[in-house]
Every structure is written in structure tokens, then in C-alpha cells.
């Protein structure tokens, strides 16, 4: 069974600091893992997603994540937040099948 | 490209009555959509994934009789809420897969329908 776990229901970040939110993930086989955002009262947004290859992937918006097969890891990172980031982001997982399993959620919230 | 709607994005309907959402892929055809349900402030929880032209599989948990899928064409999958009562209330959201494509290996999500039952 695979399971994905966000740290933190919740983060708030100053405009223009450093985004950071934690996805943790467990798998029996190797995973595809994904980042959604979602704005209040809409669909899910892909943000990035690693398949193989490159630890390090790029996505929209200046987000970025890295892969580390060994901490079982897959956090987001953003720079320098920006007012418009504000919004539920989702870390899903695929694993064996194109079921995602979707982890709890972090809230962002972005103080001018 | 890729883009997946969904109708209606709002209803509220009477307790006891049916419900019909529909989820459609625009500009791609799309062998596989899955149906998810999303409570306020959670996560989405997948209900069933649905397949062109055969039964809807669905989770552990889910009523097949209550949530009724059909996918009879490439374009269109539709989710039916029978009997609706306000436990039913929630948001919920479609994806389709696009396999033919490079990006074989993402869903597409729909924009989402807010249900509430009185």
C-alpha cells in the first residue's frame, strides 16, 4: 500500500521569503509523485511532477521539487513567494497503477 | 490542450432527489476518468475510476447503487447521486487521462461541482 504525508495543515510565508511545504511518501514500488495547487472552489492545478530521471523537476509558477529516494521525500520549493501562490497544495503519489493517492493538504498562506 | 469541464459547477437539489454531473474531456479522448470527492478542508478521496464502454470500479466504501457511473463515450462520463440526502453534500471532482498523448501519465481534473443537499 502506498501513503503520502504532508507536514504542516498549514504554512504561512512573508511576500517575497521562501516557500518550502514537506511531502513525505511510502511505496512498495517506484513512484511517480505529483504536486497540485488548488484555488478556492476549483479543480486541481499540476504544478510539477517527477516520473524518472531528473531528481530535481521544475513546474510552473517558479516552483520547483526535489526527488531523495533516500529521506522518501519530495518537498516543494518556491523562492520568493508571491501574494498569487496563496492556495491548497496537494503531493499525490502513483504507484503501480494510474490511481493518485493524494496526501492531507497544506493551506499557504502568503503575508504582504 | 487537455482540458476537462464539468456541469453543472453548482446544484443544490431536495433531499430524495437524483443528481447528474457531468464530466467531459473538450479536446482529447479520454479511455479512462476517475470520479473524487473532496469534504471541506480535505483532501480528495478517490470514489471510482471509471472506463470507456465497461463497469465503473469503485473504492472500498463507496455505494455503486448510490453513486452511479456511466462512461459511454470517450468524451463524457457522468456521475448520478441517488437518493441524495445532505451527507451527499460535497464537492466533487472529475479527471480523465489522456493515454495517447506524452503526458500519458497525469490526470486532468475538472473544475469541480459544489453539491448540496437540503
Known amino acids: 500500500a502506498q501513503s503520502v504525508t504532508q507536514l504542516g495543515s498549514h504554512v504561512s510565508v512573508s511576500e517575497g521569503a521562501l516557500v518550502l511545504l514537506r511531502c513525505n511518501y511510502s511505496?512498495?514500488?517506484?513512484?511517480?509523485l505529483f504536486w497540485y495547487v488548488q484555488y478556492p472552489n476549483q479543480g486541481l492545478q499540476l504544478l510539477l511532477k517527477?516520473?524518472?530521471?531528473?531528481?530535481l523537476v521544475k513546474g510552473i509558477n517558479g516552483f520547483e521539487a526535489e526527488f531523495k529516494k533516500s529521506e522518501t521525500s519530495f518537498h516543494l520549493t518556491k523562492p520568493s513567494a508571491h501574494m498569487s501562490d496563496a492556495a491548497e497544495y496537494f503531493c499525490a503519489l502513483r504507484a503501480g497503477s494510474y490511481q493518485l493517492t493524494f496526501g492531507k493538504g497544506t493551506k499557504l498562506s502568503v503575508i504582504p | 490542450g487537455a482540458v476537462v469541464s464539468q456541469h453543472p459547477s453548482w446544484v443544490i437539489c431536495k433531499s430524495g432527489t437524483s443528481v447528474k454531473i457531468e464530466c467531459r474531456s473538450l479536446?482529447?479522448?479520454?479511455?479512462?476518468m476517475f470520479w473524487y470527492r473532496q469534504f471541506p478542508k480535505q483532501s480528495l478521496m478517490l470514489m471510482a475510476t471509471?472506463?470507456?464502454?465497461?463497469?465503473?470500479?469503485?473504492e472500498q466504501g463507496v455505494e455503486k447503487d448510490k453513486f452511479l457511473i456511466n462512461h459511454a463515450s470517450l468524451t463524457l462520463s457522468t456521475l448520478t447521486v441517488t437518493s441524495a440526502h445532505p451527507e451527499d453534500s460535497s464537492f466533487y471532482i472529475c479527471?480523465?487521462?489522456?493515454?495517447?498523448?506524452?503526458?500519458?501519465?497525469?490526470?486532468?481534473f475538472g473544475p469541480g461541482t459544489r453539491l448540496t443537499v437540503l
Open positions: 517527477y516520473t524518472t530521471g531528473a531528481t
Open positions: 471509471s472506463n470507456e464502454g465497461s463497469k465503473a470500479t469503485y
Open positions: 479536446d482529447f479522448q479520454a479511455t479512462t
Open positions: 511505496s512498495s514500488v517506484p513512484p511517480y
Open positions: 479527471s480523465a487521462r489522456q493515454p495517447t498523448s506524452g503526458r500519458a501519465d497525469e490526470q486532468f
